[in-house]
């Protein structure tokens, strides 16, 4: 890890004093320290592509919102700006080796276009360009129900948006091209998810104290782990091949509909987000959304939150006939059947203009027959067909300098 350090501050450094040559730099950061407790023994609770949390492996976790990170703006000229976000937090792999989550160019040729192209942070839901930056959020952690239903975060690509001014409505159109990959962990299984030449469109309107935003995605997806891999080619050997087909999930089709919104005054927070989401392949017709409602008390802030995310998608477990076969299908179905309702308070104080102290606390229900939208390593003695409901509670102090 320290040489990964190493070499992340040798390129953000190299960058900056190239930057400082070449006109004008701003330099910040952010951070979290947290600790998550759940209350399963049976399960882990985790978030984005971890491969472990709170729960079975232990009690209580400091390593699931933790984490530490850099951002620089560099203005080359009045048209060309260069990006950089470095961050370190945990990964699949259970390391915080630090690595570049923004790295961009972008122009500027007038006020109402921008031009970008590089890394950026995967830009279609209200709060992905600043997920990782706990402060600019109610909660200690986005919700999973939606967030992670796209665990594309880090993306290579472009895009360009125009602002267009409409009386006191601001429209902003966005479009744009990407590619990413992600370590996933399924059931203790890494493997490589993929995203391929997602195109998107966003469009957001920004009227006073309300922020709207819809968009579309249509692309390709590649996330399959090895256990489903020899499946697929045990369903072909069987005289299958077609069911083999739906159960593969390599180069498949993607789709994705979302919209949300976010309305604050001095005393009031409504914001909530949907998104649906559908692919050429067994892991069909998902669905996940939240509502949050908050109100202000001078620098405290009370919010609950309602999340929801369940798959409706046709069970093609039922056609596989052989016996054992069936049973490995059936166990496919409940790994990637995410289902379940999370119900949310929390307790935000403002420490000071750069800091703030969180503390939440989630009631999470399963669907029975899913291994919920944020449980993994479950034990011999989960009952997924009959699970009990879970308390998750959270402390976080989060920051920005």
Known sequence: MASSLRRFLYVFLLSASFSLHAGKLSVNGFGTVGLACFSNEDADFRHNSLSEGAGATRTCDMGLDSKIGLQSQMYVNEYVELHLQGVSYKHSDNSFDPGLTVASIIWRPNEE??????????????????????????????????????????????????????????????????????????SGEPFDAEASDNIYLNVTGNAGD??????????????????????????????????????????????????????????????????????????????????????????WLLHGTWAWRTREGLDISRQVVNSQLSAIAAGIK????????????????????????????????????????????????????????????????????
């Not at 709060?127 to 967030?147: A, F, M, N």
């Not at 968009?215 to 050997?237: C, H, K, R, W």
């Not at 919920?372 to 920005?400: E, Q, R, V």
Request: charged content about 20%; aromatic content about 18%.
């Open 113 to 186: 276009w921008r031009f970008r192209v590089g890394r950026f942070q995967n830009p279609n839901f209200i709060h992905s360009d600043s997920r990782l930056i706990g402060y600019t959020q109610p909660w200690v952690r986005p919700p999973r129900e939606v967030y992670g239903s796209l665990p594309a975060y880090d993306v290579d690509g472009g895009d360009l948006y125009f602002l267009y001014q409409l009386d006191e409505l601001t429209l902003t159109f966005n479009t744009g091209l990407y590619s990413a990959s992600e370590t996933l962990n399924v």
């Open 210 to 299: 309300l922020t709207w935003k819809v968009g579309v995605i249509y692309g390709e997806t590649s996330a399959q782990p090895d256990s489903i891999t020899s499946f697929v080619n045990t369903l072909t050997f069987f005289g299958q091949p077609s069911l083999a087909k739906e159960f593969s999930h390599i180069d498949k089709t993607s789709y994705y509909i979302y919209g949300g919104f976010w309305y604050e005054s001095l005393d009031w927070l409504f914001t909530g987000e949907y998104v649906y989401s559908d692919f050429e392949s067994y892991f069909n017709e998902n669905h996940g959304a939240y509502l949050t409602v908050g109100r202000r008390f001078n620098d």
């Open 334 to 401: 409940t790994v990637t059947d995410l289902g379940s309702h999370d119900i949310g308070i929390g307790i935000n104080y403002t420490v000071s203009e750069n800091m703030l102290l969180k503390m939440q606390l989630n009631y999470i229900i399963p669907e029975a027959g899913s291994s919920g939208a944020s449980y993994a390593n479950t034990t011999k003695d989960y009952d997924i067909y009959n699970p009990d409901n879970d308390i998750l509670f959270s402390l976080s102090l989060d920051f920005i300098f």
